[in-house]
Structures are given as C-alpha cells and as structure tokens.
C-alpha cells in the first residue's frame, strides 16, 4: 500500500516547491518566517510576495463577524430559518457550503440541547457542535 | 476497462461493489467506512473483463481530507473509462453536489440512484426519464442492498460505457462565472499539468483550492500568474462560497424538473428518535446503557458455546492419544495434543466471544447508531481534546484496532487524526477480550466476573481520556477542529450485512488459529520439551531462567514473560502459550492457571496484558497511518510504560492487602 498522502505536509511541499522558486528569483527573505507577508518586509520584487499571499490566503483568514446578526445557536427546536453567513475557517466553511449551508438556504432545527443542535438542510440531518452551531448566522424566513 | 464507484459517504457504493465484484467489503450505516480505494473484478456478459474500484465516500472534492484526495487523484491519474456515481436518492439534492464536481473532472458519469425504498418511504416521488434527461446522464434505480436494480445495471453496462463518450452532463455554472473560466482556462491552456483538465484547474482556482493554487503557482509563469490573480479578483467578487450556491442552484433545477419531495424538512420518526437519543439527559445515559447492554450480551452468550467448543477439541485429543498413541513416538503424540491442540483449542474456543462481538457491533453500525453516539459523545470528549468523531474509532476499537485507527481518517485535520490514531490501542479489542475473559475466569470468582470486566473497560476508557488530556495539554496543542457530522436516518438493519461482516471477521481469527497460532503453539511445545524432557531443562526454560529478573519487579515468571512476547504478534496468542507452557488446555486453562500462578502475579499480569503494546498489526497500521516513525515509537513506548505503572502499582496493592 502507498503512505498515506498527509495532506498537511503536502501543501508545505507545494509551497516548499514555490519557495524554492522564489528563492532563486532573489526574492526578499520574508519567504522564510511566518506573517510577514503584510508588513516589514524589504521586498525587491512585489509581485512575488504577492503571490505568497495569495497561496496562503485560503488557509489564513476568516470572515470578520458580523456582531449585528443572531446565530443559530439561539434557535429553540423547531424554529426555521435562513442560513446568511458562516464565519469560520475556510477548510470548514467549504465543508459545510458542500454539505449544502449556502447563503440563504432554509434550515430547520430538529433539536437544541444547550446550543449543540441537529437541523435538518435540503434533505439530509446534520449534528452541529456549539462552537460550530455559534458561528452561523440566520434571517429569520 | 476501468470503472470507478464514486458518491458521497453512506450511499451504498460499498454495497453495489460488492454484489458486482462478490467481494465483501465493509459495509454498514455511518459516513466514511471505507477510507482506502479497493479493487475488484467482474466480467460482462460478452466477456470483457471491467476492473472496478470502489472509492471512499465524500461530500466534495476539495483537498481538504485524506479520502477527498484519494478520490480526486484516481480519478484524475487513472482517468477511468467511466465514473458510476452512486448516489442516496432519499437524499439526492446534497448527493448532487459532488455529481457536478465530478462532472468537472471531464470524465463519462452514469448514476445509480440507490435507495429507491428509502426515498418511497420518505414520499419523494422520481421522474427516472426526467432526471436523466435534465442531468444529461444515463440513470438507473437500484436498491443496493436488496440487490434490485443492480441486473439492469449489469446488462445496461455495455450499452452505458459504448455510449459512455457522450454523457458528460448538462451543468455548468452562470454565463458570467464561466466566463471567467474560460477566461483563465485560456492562460493555462499553454501549460501542462500533469493532464489534468484545464476546467477543473480553473474551477478550483476560483474554490481557492491550497493544492490547485499551489500546482498552478509553481507552473505557471509570473505574469500569467499575476494576469490570472488580477482576473480572478477583478471578474469573481463572489468568491468561493458562490461557486457553492451556483452549483446548487442549478442542482435545485434540475429537482424541480423531475422530483417531487413531500415533507421536506418535516420532522420524521427519525428525528423523533433522536430528540430521545441524542438529548442532553438521556443521551449518554442510554449510549452506556447500549453498550453495558452489548458486553452483557457477548458475556451471557458466549460461554456456553465456549465450553462446547472446549469439549470438542478434548474429545478430539483424546481420540489422537487412543488411536495414534500406540502408532506413533510419544512426544509426537505429546507435541499434537499438549502443543497444538491445546493452543487451537484455547483460542478456538473463543470463536463465538469474537463473531457475538462483532454481530452485536455490526447492529449498532447497520441501525445507524454510531454517527450519534458520536455526536452525544463530543460534549464530554470536547474538553479531552478528542474530536467527537475520534468515538467512532474508539468503538470500533472494541473490536478491532486496525480498522478502528484506518477510520481515523475521516477526521477533519491532522492533529485530530493523530490524536485518535494514538489512543485507539487503549480500547480492548476482541482478541484482548479473549485473553481478559479468561484471565478474569481463572482469578475471579464468577459472581465478581461481570463487575472485574466492566472496570476493565472502565479503566481502559480513562485511560483514553487521561492519554489524550496529556497528549492536548503537552504535544498537540493546537486547536481541536469544531465537530459536525452528518447523521444518516436510522435504518431498519440489514442482516445479511451484519452476518457477512461478523464472518468475514471471525474467519480472519479462524485463519489465525489455524495457522499462526497452530505454529506457535506446537514451536513453544518443542522449546518447552527439548533437549531435557521437561520444561525445566528445555531451552525455553534456560532462556526463560534468564530473563525472569525483568519480569520480577511485577510479579511475573518466565512463563508469563514468554506469553506477553508472543502476544506481541497477535493478542489471542498470549493464551494459547499460556495453555501450553503451563500444560493446560481449553478445558483445564482456568483452574491451572489459578492453582500455578499467585493471585497478586495474575492480577498484574491481567493489567499489563490488557495495556501493553498494540499487536503487530496494529503498530505497522499506526506507522502508516501516521505516516512517522517517531508517532509509532511513541505509541509503542507509552503504551508499554503505562502497563508497567499500572500493573507495577496493582501488584504491589495485591501484594500488600493479600
Ligand atoms: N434501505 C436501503 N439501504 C441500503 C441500500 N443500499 C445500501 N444500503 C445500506 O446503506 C448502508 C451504507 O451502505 P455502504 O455500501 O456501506 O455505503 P458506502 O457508500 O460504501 O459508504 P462509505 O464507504 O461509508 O462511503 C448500509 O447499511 C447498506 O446496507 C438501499 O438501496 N436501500
Ligand atoms: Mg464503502
């Protein structure tokens, strides 16, 4: 059997890969440390920086909160209601825009223990815990 | 010609794989049971020979775990002939979504649309005709598990894959979104990616895919890199979560063309079940209740099957010493009966501990429990640092560690992963329950028996929390991932399934038995007899006088010794040596042991044997699932510390209040 592909040392190979490049182009030596991207860095070339920070976009950032807008940890059983942000990390944001909680989409709570919920999205049940059930946010329908 | 089953986790992929290819494949009701593609091979009825690969379930096709991966790689290296999109047709709307990222990949899709019954019984009425013709794909009904369905698939497979070229599916994303697809698809065209198809690659740009960006980044050239950063940020103010409402808009179309679903999102008796099961009160509780329930179970019906067992492989001894003992040399005789049959015997009796265990667990599985026990236990593992979903693995454990630590890999990120990977040896699996159940028979008094396993598991799961609590505190320090898990409707279960699953287990212990087990035994007979004739001035017996200082300090002889090294291999064999160093068999094991071995040495001897390094397949499982040797060094060393404390601390107690 082949070794696993570890995923996380794999993207590191890709950027190892681009590095290397950048490297060779002479790049600044911000490409070694860590959140140096934005600021402070005596770069020579701007357009390889830039590409630095568009690679690690995706797994950087999350969504600013939107502090205005209830959650659906706030919703007793029952209730429905209209998914309008998910404010989490990108890895898990795609996970669960696949698993169907796009923008605008009907939930329903089945049930609300505490804040860890089970709703029901398109047709299939999700069990959410509370850090997650936290961070998205509703209209109400 | 290359076939490859591909749906999302729970869809019946396993199930249609496995009435093709009359391969058995685990198959049961939880999201992510099969972690590693499979082969298998069927022939058509004009004789071509289709290889057929049965993929890991996944919701999407980004890069984000490891089965998302597997999955995306074959289909793209491999290229097969044709995709079978397996899909849950009580659940065809999510289902969908990964029929459009397939339909990227650029590769030929017919789709099974599995679960008719459960999608009748969820009032969903299908227009099979109007689907395909607004999928622009080949469909056809199956029940997977009922096996209908799956003639039509077989006879309309040479037909399906002749006319394969044309079913590339009608979807695609909004005129201004494919514009700009087209858009980059342009710059990269002039690039080669390892033959990937250029769409694919534009649309995983705009899904700020790490692994895509980083390919296309280390290919492409500077400026076309910049033009393509400047087109993606100037033409797609979206970003990536609208490529996810697109797809599922277009999947919305396509229903309301040709499905009707009442009662959506009405709360069904499924839901019912779970405001009781998984309720904050009520649902541990009744997880503990389930599984005390289970060991009760296993612990009421085995042992009468034991004994009948255990009396056939006497009478069988005793047919050897009348009838070959006037033929034969005496230690030959000695070497088959006291070697191994007393070895075979001793863990052949267990068969029926290990095919109750695994019917029982697979009934759990099949009804569709486990997603939920997985869900009920996040709130108390939450804090450990465990992932709720590390529960599955650790139920597994219980009856294999092997499967347990692959399904490890349904965890959302690595430190999750490792985490479960590395504690799942502490749950006693079934071979350890062998050796527990004999153990506790031959230094327990029966009325104590039952209260002796249950701290067993008991102690076995703080463990579990203590190791992981350590582990989240000083190593794996970094956030647990938050938990979500989907939970699939609670099912009648499907018998066939479960037996099939409880056999194909129970003949692996079979093959062990029989061959590792049968050598063994009659080896540690030989080293036990020669040169001296008896164990005393046997070789065994002057290389066991060497080491037994090791073992004192807990109590242990040489004998003791000997059985937890050959427990290494497999953990059944630790009584099988047992049984022959101590001249007992499966009958006479729990009274020898009891009048051979000291109370206080037993007891420790109990503990270490339950904790001490995983078997060798267990560890060469870890090596690769981790992917390190320095995680399974450690797994070794703290497991084999940890039942040297333990059994150190209750030997000395022993010793003490004895
Ligand atoms: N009612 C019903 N159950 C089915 C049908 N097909 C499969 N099942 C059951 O659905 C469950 C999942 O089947 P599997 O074949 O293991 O599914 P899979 O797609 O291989 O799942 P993963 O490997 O986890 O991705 C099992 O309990 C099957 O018995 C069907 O047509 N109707
Ligand atoms: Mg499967």
Same mark, same amino acid.
């Given at each position: 059997?082949?070794?696993?592909?570890?995923?996380?040392?794999?993207?590191?190979?890709?950027?190892?890969?681009?590095?290397?490049?950048?490297?060779?182009?002479?790049?600044?030596?911000?490409?070694?440390?860590?959140?140096?991207?934005?600021?402070?860095?005596?770069?020579?070339?701007?357009?390889?920086?830039?590409?630095?920070?568009?690679?690690?976009?995706?797994?950087?950032?999350?969504?600013?909160?939107?502090?205005?807008?209830?959650?659906?940890?706030?919703?007793?059983?029952?209730?429905?209601?209209?998914?309008?942000?998910?404010?989490?990390?990108?890895?898990?944001?795609?996970?669960?825009?696949?698993?169907?909680?796009?923008?605008?989409?009907?939930?329903?709570?089945?049930?609300?223990?505490?804040?860890?919920?089970?709703?029901?999205?398109?047709?299939?049940?999700?069990?959410?815990?509370?850090?997650?059930?936290?961070?998205?946010?509703?209209?109400?329908? | 010609?290359?076939?490859?089953?591909?749906?999302?986790?729970? !869809?019946? *992929?396993?199930?249609?794989?496995?009435?093709?290819?009359?391969?058995?494949?685990?198959?049961? #009701?939880?999201?992510?049971?099969?972690?590693?593609?499979?082969?298998?091979?069927?022939?058509?009825? &004009?004789?071509?020979?289709?290889?057929?690969?049965? =993929?890991? /379930? @996944?919701?999407?096709?980004?890069?984000?775990?490891?089965?998302?991966?597997?999955?995306?790689?074959?289909?793209?290296?491999?290229?097969?002939?044709?995709?079978?999109?397996?899909?849950?047709?009580? #659940?065809?709307?999510?289902?969908?979504?990964?029929?459009?990222?397939?339909?990227?990949?650029?590769?030929?899709?017919?789709?099974? =649309?599995?679960?008719?019954?459960?999608?009748?019984?969820?009032?969903?009425?299908?227009?099979?005709?109007?689907?395909?013709?607004?999928?622009?794909?080949?469909?056809?009904?199956?029940?997977?598990?009922?096996?209908?369905?799956?003639?039509?698939?077989?006879?309309?497979?040479?037909?399906?894959?002749?006319?394969?070229?044309?079913?590339?599916?009608?979807?695609?994303?909004?005129?201004?979104?494919?514009?700009?697809?087209? #858009?980059?698809?342009?710059?990269?065209?002039?690039?080669?990616?390892?033959?990937?198809?250029?769409?694919?690659?534009?649309?995983?740009?705009?899904?700020?895919? $790490?692994?895509?960006?980083?390919?296309?980044?280390?290919?492409?050239?500077?400026?076309?890199?910049?033009?393509?950063?400047?087109?993606?940020?100037?033409?797609?103010?979206?970003?990536?979560?609208?490529?996810?409402?697109?797809?599922?808009?277009?999947?919305?179309?396509?229903?309301?063309?040709?499905?009707?679903?009442?009662?959506?999102? *009405?709360?069904?008796?499924?839901?019912? %079940?779970?405001?009781?099961? @998984?309720?904050?009160?009520?649902? !541990?509780?009744?997880?503990? $209740?389930?599984?005390?329930?289970?060991?009760?179970?296993?612990?009421?019906?085995?042992?009468?099957?034991?004994?009948?067992?255990?009396?056939?492989?006497?009478?069988?001894?005793?047919?050897?010493?009348?009838?070959?003992?006037?033929?034969?040399?005496?230690?030959?005789?000695?070497?088959?009966?006291?070697?191994?049959?007393?070895?075979?015997?001793?863990?052949?009796?267990?068969?029926?501990?290990?095919?109750?265990?695994?019917?029982?667990?697979?009934?759990?599985?099949? %009804?569709?429990?486990?997603?939920?026990?997985?869900?009920?236990? &996040?709130?108390?593992?939450?804090?450990? /640092?465990?992932?709720?979903?590390?529960?599955?693995?650790?139920?597994?454990?219980?009856?294999?560690?092997?499967?347990?630590?692959?399904?490890?890999?349904? $965890?959302?990120?690595?430190? &999750?992963?490792?985490?479960?990977?590395?504690? @799942?040896?502490?749950?006693?699996?079934?071979?350890?329950?062998?050796?527990?159940?004999?153990?506790?028979?031959?230094?327990?008094?029966?009325?104590?028996?039952?209260?002796?396993?249950?701290?067993?598991?008991?102690?076995?799961?703080?463990?579990?929390?203590?190791?992981?609590?350590?582990?989240?505190?000083?190593?794996?320090?970094?956030?647990?991932?938050?938990?979500?898990?989907?939970?699939?409707?609670?099912?009648?279960?499907? =018998?066939?399934?479960?037996?099939?699953?409880?056999?194909?287990?129970?003949?692996?212990?079979?093959?062990?038995? $029989?061959?590792?087990?049968?050598?063994?035994?009659?080896?540690?007979?030989?080293?036990?007899?020669?040169?001296?004739?008896?164990? &005393?001035?046997?070789?065994?017996?002057?290389?066991?006088?060497?080491?037994?200082? %090791?073992?004192?300090?807990?109590?242990?002889?040489?004998?003791?010794?000997?059985?937890?090294?050959? /427990?290494?291999?497999?953990?059944?064999?630790?009584?099988?040596?047992?049984?022959?160093?101590?001249?007992?068999?499966?009958?006479?094991?729990?009274?020898?042991?009891?009048?051979?071995?000291?109370?206080?040495?037993?007891?420790?001897?109990?503990?270490?044997?339950?904790?001490?390094?995983?078997?060798?397949?267990?560890?060469?499982?870890?090596?690769?699932?981790?992917?390190?040797?320095?995680?399974?060094?450690?797994? =070794?060393?703290?497991?084999?510390?940890?039942?040297?404390?333990?059994?150190?601390?209750?030997?000395?107690?022993?010793?003490?209040?004895?």
């Amino acid at each position: 059997m082949k070794n696993v592909p570890n995923h996380q040392a794999q993207t590191k190979t890709w950027y190892r890969k681009l590095l290397d490049l950048l490297l060779q182009k002479g790049c600044c030596s911000c490409s070694e440390g860590e959140g140096c991207a934005n600021q402070d860095c005596s770069c020579t070339n701007g357009n390889t920086c830039a590409i630095r920070e568009w690679l690690e976009k995706s797994d950087g950032a999350i969504t600013p909160p939107d502090p205005g807008q209830p959650t659906l940890t706030a919703l007793p059983a029952g209730e429905r209601a209209h998914v309008n942000q998910l404010l989490l990390p990108p890895a898990q944001k795609k996970r669960l825009l696949s698993l169907g909680l796009t923008s605008g989409t009907e939930v329903t709570v089945v049930n609300n223990e505490n804040g860890r919920l089970i709703i029901a999205v398109r047709d299939s049940r999700l069990g959410l815990s509370p850090d997650v059930a936290s961070k998205i946010t509703y209209r109400v329908a | 010609m290359i076939l490859a089953l591909a749906g999302q986790p729970n !869809v019946g *992929k396993s199930s249609v794989f496995n009435t093709l290819t009359g391969m058995q494949q685990h198959v049961g #009701n939880w999201p992510g049971k099969t972690v590693e593609k499979k082969e298998g091979l069927f022939t058509l009825s &004009d004789g071509r020979r289709i290889s057929l690969i049965d =993929l890991p /379930g @996944t919701y999407s096709l980004t890069s984000n775990t490891i089965e998302e991966i597997i999955t995306r790689d074959f289909i793209l290296q491999t290229r097969p002939d044709a995709i079978i999109n397996v899909v849950d047709t009580s #659940n065809l709307e999510r289902n969908l979504y990964l029929t459009t990222e397939l339909l990227d990949l650029g590769r030929p899709v017919v789709m099974i =649309l599995n679960m008719m019954d459960l999608a009748d019984q969820k009032g969903y009425s299908i227009d099979a005709p109007a689907l395909s013709e607004a999928l622009g794909l080949p469909v056809i009904t199956a029940v997977a598990s009922r096996k209908n369905g799956l003639n039509e698939l077989y006879s309309s497979l040479d037909n399906l894959i002749a006319a394969s070229d044309k079913h590339r599916g009608n979807f695609c994303f909004s005129p201004p979104v494919e514009q700009v697809i087209a #858009n980059i698809g342009e710059r990269l065209q002039h690039y080669s990616f390892e033959g990937h198809p250029v769409r694919w690659l534009a649309i995983k740009l705009l899904e700020d895919d $790490a692994q895509i960006k980083g390919l296309v980044a280390a290919t492409v050239s500077e400026s076309d890199l910049a033009a393509l950063q400047a087109e993606i940020s100037q033409h797609f103010p979206g970003g990536p979560s609208s490529l996810a409402e697109e797809r599922y808009r277009w999947i919305n179309s396509v229903l309301d063309a040709a499905v009707r679903r009442e009662g959506l999102g *009405k709360i069904s008796a499924s839901d019912r %079940v779970d405001l009781v099961l @998984t309720s904050r009160w009520l649902g !541990v509780p009744i997880l503990l $209740a389930v599984l005390a329930g289970v060991f009760l179970l296993i612990f009421k019906l085995s042992p009468p099957l034991q004994e009948l067992i255990g009396g056939l492989f006497s009478w069988l001894s005793h047919l050897i010493q009348v009838y070959l003992g006037p033929v034969l040399p005496n230690w030959l005789v000695r070497l088959l009966t006291d070697g191994v049959l007393a070895g075979v015997g001793t863990a052949m009796s267990f068969v029926p501990l290990i095919l109750i265990t695994f019917t029982l667990f697979g009934l759990l599985e099949d %009804v569709g429990y486990f997603a939920r026990a997985a869900f009920v236990m &996040d709130r108390w593992l939450g804090p450990l /640092g465990l992932p709720g979903k590390a529960f599955i693995s650790l139920l597994m454990g219980y009856g294999c560690n092997v499967p347990a630590i692959m399904a490890a890999r349904t $965890a959302e990120n690595e430190r &999750d992963r490792l985490l479960t990977i590395l504690v @799942t040896p502490l749950t006693i699996c079934s071979a350890r329950q062998v050796v527990a159940v004999a153990l506790i028979g031959a230094f327990f008094r029966p009325k104590f028996a039952p209260w002796v396993m249950l701290g067993l598991y008991l102690v076995g799961f703080a463990l579990i929390c203590l190791v992981s609590f350590v582990l989240k505190n000083m190593v794996l320090k970094a956030e647990r991932n938050p938990f979500f898990i989907e939970l699939p409707m609670y099912r009648l279960p499907n =018998l066939t399934n479960i037996i099939t699953y409880a056999w194909h287990k129970t003949r692996g212990y079979l093959q062990r038995a $029989a061959t590792y087990i049968a050598a063994v035994s009659a080896l540690l007979w030989v080293l036990s007899y020669f040169p001296g004739g008896s164990i &005393d001035h046997s070789i065994i017996g002057t290389i066991g006088h060497w080491i037994e200082p %090791v073992g004192r300090p807990f109590g242990f002889d040489w004998r003791l010794l000997v059985a937890l090294l050959s /427990g290494f291999a497999a953990k059944e064999t630790t009584l099988a040596t047992l049984g022959v160093l101590y001249h007992a068999n499966e009958s006479s094991i729990g009274a020898v042991l009891t009048s051979s071995i000291p109370f206080a040495s037993g007891l420790s001897f109990f503990v270490f044997s339950m904790f001490y390094i995983p078997c060798l397949v267990t560890v060469l499982t870890i090596r690769q699932e981790s992917g390190s040797r320095k995680w399974t060094a450690f797994a =070794l060393a703290y497991t084999l510390l940890l039942a040297a404390l333990l059994s150190l601390i209750v030997y000395h107690l022993a010793l003490a209040l004895s």
